[in-house]
């Protein structure tokens, strides 16, 4: 059973639709014991980032979402969930991320060309970095999937396992062990998408 953290911010329908397309089940939950019981966790978010650590903290489950992860239990972030899955974010302010993987989240603007237009809003294509991560396992390089976000992950490079281009290079995936992170919405991206998922799923 795939529990979805609910946490009072994410796109929980468009998510829970997606699992079901591929004939998973999905839970969306905010109820400690089934996040525990689940076999994954997906952490969805969108909006401001300290605001939502905030809520996830507030609600308990921030400390949930660490201890099941830290365990081994296979996590995917997702937008926002992946950007909490760092140490930090500079998003108008400074705030803690849940520090799963090593990184920060700062501005497209310090790193894309000037006159592009943020947010990031669209179709673009994934590349590859190193050895192919499992949750790409159906997927070619160079698919396109759906973004919508002005800030990314940096000093990240180690656990980046996808990239894009939008006027330079910006973090679209991470992972490190059993921790998985996309920038983008698997949830928003077609079949593509669903297939992202469904080797998600089909972590052991």
């Given at each position: 059973m795939i529990a979805i953290v609910d946490y009072g911010v994410g796109n929980l329908f468009s998510l829970r639709s997606s699992f079901a397309?591929?004939?998973?089940?999905?839970?969306?939950?905010?109820d400690e014991k089934i996040l525990r019981n689940a076999?994954?966790?997906i952490l969805p978010g969108v909006g401001a980032f300290g605001?939502?650590?905030?809520?996830?903290?507030?609600?308990g489950l921030a400390s949930v979402v660490i201890d099941e992860a830290e365990k081994g239990k296979p996590l995917m972030g997702i937008c926002l969930g992946m950007q909490m899955l760092l140490e930090k974010s500079y998003e108008y302010g400074e705030y803690e991320g849940l520090g799963l993987i090593k990184g920060e989240i700062r501005p497209i603007s310090e790193t894309i060309p000037e006159?592009?237009?943020?947010?990031?809003i669209g179709w673009n294509a994934l590349k590859f970095c190193g050895e192919k991560s499992p949750i790409f396992k159906y997927i070619d390089e160079g698919v396109h999937v759906y973004f919508v976000h002005s800030y990314h992950?940096?000093?990240?490079?180690?656990?980046t396992v996808a990239t894009t281009e939008y006027g330079a290079t910006l973090t679209a995936a991470v992972a490190k062990d059993n921790i998985f992170g996309c920038q983008f919405h698997p949830e928003k991206s077609?079949?593509?998408?669903?297939?992202?998922?469904r080797a998600f799923i089909e972590l052991r």
């Open positions: 397309a591929i004939g998973a089940d999905a839970v969306v939950t905010s076999d994954k966790i605001d939502a650590a905030a809520k996830l903290r507030q609600s006159g592009l237009k943020i947010p990031h992950g940096t000093n990240c490079a180690e656990s077609g079949e593509v998408g669903l297939k992202i998922l």
